[in-house]
């Protein structure tokens, strides 16, 4: 017998990327379709390319009080906490239930592996440098710890890598705590920062484009990577009626296609979607819009086009907005599940950024540019490398329902 994802409120959500610090940093750049890629300049020996990085997060160092866990990728994930209020609405979250029963589950590709990569350039023999000799940052571990001292969270915490999927499946991980009652909310999350590792990792990979990225564009060259921070707080609708946002049900598969590109026929990342549909008991029909995960490689692209041509009706609108972000890796289903919510929450579908020419094989499904309408219903895609695919199904509920 299927189990049914347990409704719950999104209470409070916050993001930081290259878009600017804050819901209204990004809202105004969806609005106004502004980008915020930028030529590359991060590294000693930066790769031509584009990036979404998150402006003055090098000379953001922490309080002093987290020390032990100052590199980029924390800082990047402290700038976010303390946007949108969101380090207050966890505060007072943990005074209500208590910190043992609050879970913290973060996403994230590479977590604070940047420290590390400049602990081995700068070797002293065969011994980290002094300042960057700290056990706290050389490990995947490092953003969730960091994340559970600053908000002071003694439930579960769990870091969750599953590459571009990492912080869209913490929402299914979350869902399970409160249902099984091991809870009674939790913050889930996503942080990646740049780093060398994967700016030449997926160049090497062959799919770094040079140029600014152009989802579902005919002649789209590729990726940019980007760095961001998001997080929302789950919480049971009994005990947020007034919320107006809903997650109403996650889906995940998992299909091992190949290590680094989807399955040509979408048959994992369909199992996905059709899993978070039967879990929230909703049909195709019932979507208004799904952000898509969108990268604007070849092989994704045209898989995910394919997906929504052949299952969604005419009326559901869709659109990638990696375009404006870059693609954040392990921080993206974070990232877009932020948007997502921001549509539902101000009626508007975002246009899919950055295209020259349409690829044909997209269908009348897609928003080129945005569009005011009323949603109800909300997807948000993220394929990660391996086949792990995750799908998220957020609602905006009615004055009446939401009671």
Known sequence: ?????????????????????????????????????????????????????????????????????????????????????????????????????????????????????????????????????????????SLTAFVAKALDIGGPCLTISTACSSSAKVFASAERLIRLGLVDAAVV????????????????????????????????????????????????????????????????????????????????AELALRDALARAQLDVSDVDYINLHGTASHKNDAMEAALIARLFPAHTRVSSTKALTGHTLGAAGMLEAAITLLALREGFVPGNAGVREADPACSTHFAWRNEARPLKVALSHSFGF??????????????ENAA
């Open 1 to 141: 017998m299927r189990v049914t994802t347990l409704p719950l409120a999104v209470s409070a959500f916050t993001a930081t990327s290259a878009l600017g610090f804050g819901l209204s940093d990004h809202l105004d750049a969806l609005q106004q379709q502004q980008s915020g890629l930028r030529t590359n300049d991060f590294s000693s020996a930066p790769l031509a390319c584009w990036i979404g990085r998150v402006a003055g997060i090098e000379s953001q160092p922490l309080p002093d009080a987290y020390a032990p866990w100052d590199c980029r990728n924390n800082r990047l994930a402290w700038t976010g906490l303390n946007q949108d209020d969101f380090f207050a609405k966890v505060q007072a979250a943990r005074a209500r239930y208590g910190a043992m029963r609050l879970a913290l589950l973060l996403g994230t590709s590479t977590a604070s592996i940047g420290a590390t990569e400049e602990g081995y350039r700068r070797l002293d023999g065969a011994r980290l440098p002094d300042d960057l000799h700290r056990t706290a940052i050389h490990t995947p571990h």
């Open 189 to 268: 999350g996503g942080v990646d920062s740049l780093c060398d590792s994967t700016l030449f990792g997926f160049n090497a990979l062959e799919l770094v484009s040079p140029e600014p990225c152009r989802p579902f564009d005919a002649a789209r060259r590729g990726i940019s990577i980007g760095e961001a921070a998001g997080f929302a707080l789950l919480e049971r609708v009994d005990a947020q009626p007034d919320a107006t946002l809903r997650l109403l049900a996650c889906g995940e598969s998992s299909d091992a296609h190949h290590m680094s590109t989807p399955d040509p026929e979408g048959v994992g």
């Open 386 to 399: 391996g086949g792990s695919n995750a799908c998220l199904a957020f609602a905006r509920a009615s004055a």
